[in-house]
């Protein structure tokens, strides 16, 4: 291109985002969403959706506790405090204080880092990881109350949902973005601000601001990148309310406007702000979408298949040995979020749908300590590997994913036997995957790598109650361990 030269002339452009600019500049989607955080109520929400948020916040709050004693927080650990920071804000099973945001930095990767927090369908994303140890924090450094905090998550939540649902398919399949660590920095800012009680001006440009430093490529999964997408959306959010509290200024339309979030993160195509403005209050996502509790430890695109050969398992004893091969029929294209075919390391190994299944055929579970680098290249796991091939569902393939709620594993032995099972996904309710009393086992499992049996417990009587409780800091300070 001969130096000088514009991509485009001037009568090109608006050519390519005239019907966009009109359609946005109308609409004011970020505002809309602004007045749902301002003025929506706990009492807005049915009791279905608070058992389901308090579910959730329990959860993930185990999964932070037993990510705390992951090697990702230790080298968090260590930058936090060469950072220094008023120290205000818990650090989950570290015993130590720092800033907020510094806080929701570590305590939104650890509660990821084993990849065994919840997820929802509508958006694809685990969303209690980038709202919790937002919320949390700043609750903490406010004195809020719990049913403030389980306020500011439900409405985090809500906005996260309702600008996923509108956004093109390409953002969750195609594009290489982490659904989790964009939208989540969104969710973050509007409970952020919630909680810091910012006017409807000021929580429109939170949300804005938050949406800029929205961030996360999935070809960063089997690493420490993951969980730390979570943590910086974490931060994100809460730096956004607290810059946008003390007067910074931002736009109020990033969320709609021709350059922003929803087109950019959907290739410019196929997105819906009027679908996303018309969701907030006459639709509940916490029931509709639902939470979806993790029972492994690992990419929840494996979760089905897994449930699967589970199944095969209980009703007939399947050894490695005999395994001539195995063929899992799932529901998107493959390679997706489970990239690593071959894995060499723990962490890859938690995206490996042939690690995971192999794991399950030799050791009859999946647990915490399946994904450490010598269980993942122990001789029989690597010889069973290459014997396990994942593939789209015939006719679906090009398709969304999640565009059919099942898996099916077929085994294929050496004698000739082929064991097959198919697995659905659970896709009623606001707590899906679990009961509420399993979501409290699960907790107490996970508590237990950091807290006192004692703690453990009063923590969890705590979080069952979290709308009767008054400030979160007597909860932060027993999570700290």
Known sequence: MPAGQAWFTEAQIPAEI????????????????????????????????????????????????????????????????????????????????????????????????????????VT????????????????????????????????????????????????????GWHPTGPLGAVGAAAASARLLGLDVEQTAMAISLGASQSSGLRQNFGTMTKPFHAGHACKSGITAAKLIRGGFTSGTDALEGRFGFMRAFSGGNDYEPEKAADSLGNRCFMIESGIEIKKYPCCGSAHLALDATTALQQRETIQAANVERIDVTVNFDPPRSLIHSRPKEGLEGKFSMQYCLAAEILDGKISMSTFTDEQVMRPEAQELIPKIEMKRTPGYEGQTSWAEPFNVVEIHLKDGRVLTEQAERDSVGALRGATFDAVRTKYLDCASLALSPDNAQTTLQMMDNLEHMGPVGPLADLLGG
């Open 124 to 175: 694809k994303t685990h969303p209690s990881a980038v709202l919790i140890p937002a919320a949390l924090p700043v609750a903490e450094e406010i004195g809020a109350s719990g049913s403030d905090m389980l306020l500011a998550y439900l409405l985090g939540f809500e906005v996260a949902c309702a600008v996923g649902d509108a956004i093109s398919p390409l953002y969750f399949d195609d594009l």
């Open 18 to 121: 005239e019907a966009v600019t009109d359609r946005s500049e109308t609409l004011e989607l970020t505002k809309k969403i602004a007045e749902y955080v301002v003025n929506t109520s706990l009492e807005d929400f049915p009791p279905e959706a608070i058992i389901g948020a308090k579910a959730a916040i329990i959860d993930c709050l185990g999964c932070t506790l037993a990510g705390s004693k992951e090697p990702l927080a230790n080298v968090l650990v260590d930058y936090i405090n060469d950072l220094g920071g008023k120290p205000v804000a818990t650090v989950i099973g570290r015993g130590f204080k720092t800033s907020a945001q510094e806080a929701a930095l570590i305590n939104g990767a650890m509660s990821h880092a084993l990849d065994y927090d919840d997820i929802t369908v």
